[in-house]
């Protein structure tokens, strides 16, 4: 089992956040959804320009089927048990000269990671995904072709790691991370 | 002048970043940088690729004015304070198969966040440019062609408002955002 190790000083939702599959198959209220894409609201971006966008279903609703079709059955096995799925896109264009953004899908990031720490903080479950059809998931769900779509998430509350299929229980434990030394690079790039 | 108003539950670090231009012109020490870094590391992304590489300078450095000169000169007029300026830049192929990732430079936006709210938590001021030479900075830092360059960050201690030029003093306070019905969509996408 990784144990995750920090040598420099880290703030304590950065460590332990992570992307667990185990989810209970409980819905969750709006108000405990919106809460994640408040978080995601404030994140920073090229020109304050928020190019972002949530498309999302809740289990219970009459979009849920819709979304969860999207999905290959790699995550149709553990998704199932999500109360939410939620799509992320991102403008293509700045909004106040319609001229093409450089960051866009960098500042969507950004938002993504606010979203999944809120839901950390929040004792939910936040597992990114882009296993699923892109091209179908524009035409079902209307997203225009000044969009690009950038991955989806499923939310929910946390399930009993038994409950997952045997692959999926080896897979269920924190990821490490590569050495600082390995993506820090003083001065100049280095391989 | 903007006052945040949060309708949803959100954490304190979200709502309370910002991206402020006066710094001190103090320098930080690497262990200071590092923590920024390290809060990077624990980002997630599409098959824990960790796709973003971070490349550095500080201000006592000899590669500081290697950095600062591919700054546009508007962003130079107060990044002369900075401590660090660091470029971003993601891969854009997976590591184990060579193939090309959807989701690099939203992984590297993931980064980004995780990196700039550590600098919130620890006192410092980060602030995100796009206002730089990207062509000169692939020639000059050396970086391949298969890495996306994406952004230039401004890494210090917080100065005086004062100090800035009048221009930037107008400009110097927290930004406001789009409303969640604004960019959060139930069941498909609307304009």
Chains 1, 2 share one sequence.
Do not use: C
Request: charged share 30%; glycine share 6%.
């Amino acid at each position: 089992m990784v144990k995750r190790v920090a040598p420099f000083k880290v703030a304590d939702l950065f460590i332990n956040r992570w992307s667990p599959r185990a989810m209970s198959g409980e819905s969750i209220t709006d108000f405990e959804l919106m809460s994640l894409f408040e978080a995601a609201r404030w994140a920073p971006s090229s020109y304050n320009n928020q190019p972002w966008r949530f498309i999302y279903a809740k289990r219970d609703s009459k979009n849920w089927s819709k979304f969860f079709d999207l999905l290959v059955d790699f995550n149709k096995q553990w998704a199932k048990n999500a109360a939410a799925l939620v799509l992320l896109i991102s403008r293509k264009k700045f909004e106040y000269n319609d001229k093409p953004s450089r960051t866009h899908e960098l500042d969507a990031g950004a938002a993504s990671e606010n979203f999944s720490l809120q839901g950390f903080l929040n004792g939910l479950v936040v597992h990114g995904m882009e296993g699923f059809d892109y091209d179908k998931s524009r035409e079902v769900l209307g997203i225009p072709e000044d969009y690009t779509i950038l991955a989806m998430y499923a939310v929910g509350k946390p399930g009993k790691k038994e409950d997952l299929s045997k692959e999926l229980q080896e897979r269920e434990e924190m990821s490490d991370r590569k050495k600082i030394e390995e993506f820090v690079f003083e001065g100049n790039f280095k391989k």
